[in-house]
């Protein structure tokens, strides 16, 4: 039975440390995700900006005619 107890407290043990692995991974990814979520929304706000100063130089362009 003893011997047993200690099997168990052994796989517990094992489980425990992948466990924690895992979270660490997915608390990286999270990370990464962030990241990449932040580098996204620059490039949607640096393409909104050019398409807002294309319309501007149209309608320059227009005005001078």
């Keep these: 039975r003893r011997q047993r107890q200690m099997c168990i407290r052994d796989r517990?043990?094992?489980?425990?440390?992948v466990l924690v692995e895992l979270i660490d991974r997915v608390r990286m990814l999270d990370n990464d995700l962030i990241r990449l979520e932040q580098k996204l929304n620059v490039f949607i706000e640096m393409k909104e900006e050019l398409q807002l100063e294309e319309l501007e130089d149209i309608?320059?362009?227009?005005?001078?005619k």
Aim: aromatic share 8%; no cysteine; charged share 35%.
């Design 59 to 64: 309608k320059h362009d227009k005005q001078k």
């Design 12 to 17: 517990l043990g094992a489980t425990f440390g």
